[in-house]
């Protein structure tokens, strides 16, 4: 398929008053998305799973705007109180995306949104809140006159929640989620996110991914910092190449069902993005001594147990530990009582993938 470009959005003008909702999962990569080119172009492509607990739920409020001008008029309620620096964020959103939403000018619109894990809880809410976003949007274009099939909404909101967030391309759809051009998949796209659609082996279609909150703080470097690094970076072109390679392995892993590829896989590419940090000039590393006694400790008990626990990382402290459903009942007991005390006041979410 040739890459999906959404026509400008048109309007009829009939409805201009009203309010949207929509809510959107987080996601955590397999295969990591870490360097970008202009208009959010990603220099690799990426396959993740996409939570299901770990959600924004976002309402969107939308009125005439009083004033004719090509400024955007937002209010962003975050969690019950206004929130000014998510509203900048939007507004710098709404920018990338206004050719393509030209009612971004006209209408005005109070945003309230809440997540429904801890804001301070250091996991990722660009992808889960700009998905979200991106989704009322194309339910407002709905209400306005497009006339979507399901398949052209999600398609839309995954274009529209790239440019807000590249992983938040991801975000929009439930599973096995593919973002970004690879040669040996016709369907893979650039612009937009989708649904894996090679064969999957049931044994990943129930899988389990706990967060350990080993660090509730903010980050020291952004994602965005940190994907800028990766443009006059070492061994950038290396690493991109074997992005390309993993997720052709992936995809073959996926469809046998073997277990322990997919671990050596997953946790190598957490290994690297970490790696990637730490060879940036200016170097960073965004994990804390409790997230390497953690990898420790999973590492010790799969050598003592027969049990398929994996770890992977994202650009931050906290540990996701990845484990099929017939695993769930030995590895939550291993995480409450060995794990639990490397978390930041003992906290750590389990969550599944839903398919
Ligand atoms: C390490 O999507 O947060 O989580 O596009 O600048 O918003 P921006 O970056 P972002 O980067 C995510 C990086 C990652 C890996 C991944 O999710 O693939």
Redesign the pocket.
């Known amino acids: 398929m040739a890459d999906y470009i959404p026509q400008t959005f048109k309007s009829n003008d009939t409805i201009i008053q009203g309010d949207v909702s929509a809510s959107s999962p987080s ?3 397999l295969v ?3 360097g ?1 080119m202009e208009n ?1 172009i990603p220099a690799n492509p ?1 396959i ?1 799973y996409t939570l299901s607990q770990c959600r924004t739920h976002t309402t969107l409020h939308f009125r005439p705007k009083r004033t004719k001008d090509l400024r955007f008029k937002s209010s962003v309620i975050f969690e019950g109180k206004e929130n000014e620096t998510f509203n900048k964020k939007i507004h710098t959103f709404f920018s990338k995306i206004a050719e393509f939403c030209p009612y971004l000018y006209t209408l005005q619109f109070e945003i309230h949104t809440e997540n429904t894990f801890p804001h301070s809880s250091g996991i ?1 809410s ?2 889960s809140g700009m998905s979200a976003l991106a989704l009322c949007l194309v339910e407002l274009e709905k209400e306005m006159g497009a006339n979507y099939s399901e398949e052209e909404k999600l398609k839309r909101a995954s274009f529209l929640a790239r440019l ?5 391309s991801r975000s929009v759809y439930n599973g096995l989620i593919l973002w970004g051009k690879h040669p040996k998949i016709d369907y893979s796209s650039n612009l937009i996110a989708q649904p894996l659609q090679s064969e999957i082996h049931p044994i990943f279609k129930k899988f389990n991914d706990t967060i350990l909150i080993v660090h509730k703080g903010q980050k020291t470097v952004s ?2 910092q940190g ?1 800028d690094l990766m443009h006059h970076h070492a061994y950038a072109q290396r690493r991109f190449e074997q992005a390309f390679e993993n997720i052709t392995k992936l995809q073959t892993i996926l469809q046998s069902g073997d277990l322990k590829a997919f671990g050596e896989l997953v946790e190598s590419e957490a290994l690297t ?1 970490h790696a990637m940090m730490m060879t940036s000039i200016p170097y960073f590393i965004l994990m804390q001594p409790n997230t390497l006694e953690v990898l420790h400790k999973v590492w010790d008990f799969r050598k003592k147990e027969a049990v398929d626990l994996y770890f992977t990382l ?2 931050g402290a906290n540990v996701h530990l990845l484990y099929p459903e017939k695993d769930t009942t030995i590895v939550h007991e291993f995480i409450q009582n060995d794990l639990a005390t490397y978390c930041e006041d003992g906290f750590y979410i389990h969550d599944q993938i839903l398919f």
């Open positions: 996601n955590i990569a990591k998305y870490w970008k959010q990426s993740s990722a660009s992808a807000g967030s590249g992983s938040a994602s965005t994907h993005l994202d650009a």
